[in-house]
């Protein structure tokens, strides 16, 4: 499986995303003009899902305002999924894993927007095995619990869930950084998105955020990933729910990762 992976920094990144030129060129890479990005803390928090969401309030508003419709150009030249790429500064949303303390300086010192989903990580641990299991390009694992183990102490590609933790919640009180839970979006879409729109300047009346929440729904997004995902779209959309970590976690495991949780 070590083929499969490569490490920056002390930090685990699948071959596919580990140019040494993409992580130098980060580092002076120009934020300015971003009107929003995305920053996700790690794989598996429902990254596709807000993309989704995001695409279509951009598409949403520039169908009303010819002006915005300019400068948006087109929706394909929103970089959709980005890890560690990047293009010009532009109006651009970035969707990303990696650890705060490696993005662009530019990033935080032009206060770009950025959009933290967080997800319970007993259920990203969940939805990750199965994902490692899946995905050719990533490491799969025999066993729940040898993936339960190499989760809890890191050695996951991207990292550890916890430190990632720990460095954004040092953002926690940031103005340009919104949080937003996968639970409560699953709880309330409308709601979900209507707070999104509004943290990046969207204007939607209360029947556009609704569309935008219910073309954004688990299953109509699983009926459509054979179009938008091709042949992992039953990787990506596999089960959408919360709790799912009650069905394989042990009561010891519950414990293990609680006590991880608070000592992080
Ligand atoms: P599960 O494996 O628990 O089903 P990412 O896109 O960051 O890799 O996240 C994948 C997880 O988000 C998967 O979780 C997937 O099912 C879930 N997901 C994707 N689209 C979703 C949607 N529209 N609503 C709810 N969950 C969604």
Redesign the pocket.
Known sequence: TTDLLCSYKGVLYPVTHCSAETFKALESFEAGVMISSLF?KP???????IIHILRDLVTTSAKKNEEEMKRTKQDEEIVEYTYLEFGDPGKRVFATHIFPHMLPTSIFKNNVKILMVIRNPK?IA??YF??SNSMPSLPSFQTWDEFFNAFLNGKVSWGSYFDHIIEWNKHFDDENIMFITYEEL?ENPNLGVKKIAEFFGFSVTDEESQAVADR???QT?KENSHKTHGAFGNV??????VS?WKNLFTEAQNQEMDKKFEES
């Open positions: 996700f794989l598996v928090s429902g990254t596709n899902w259920d969940v939805s199965h994902f699953k954004s729904s688990f997004m990506l959309f596999r089960k959408g729910s799912d």
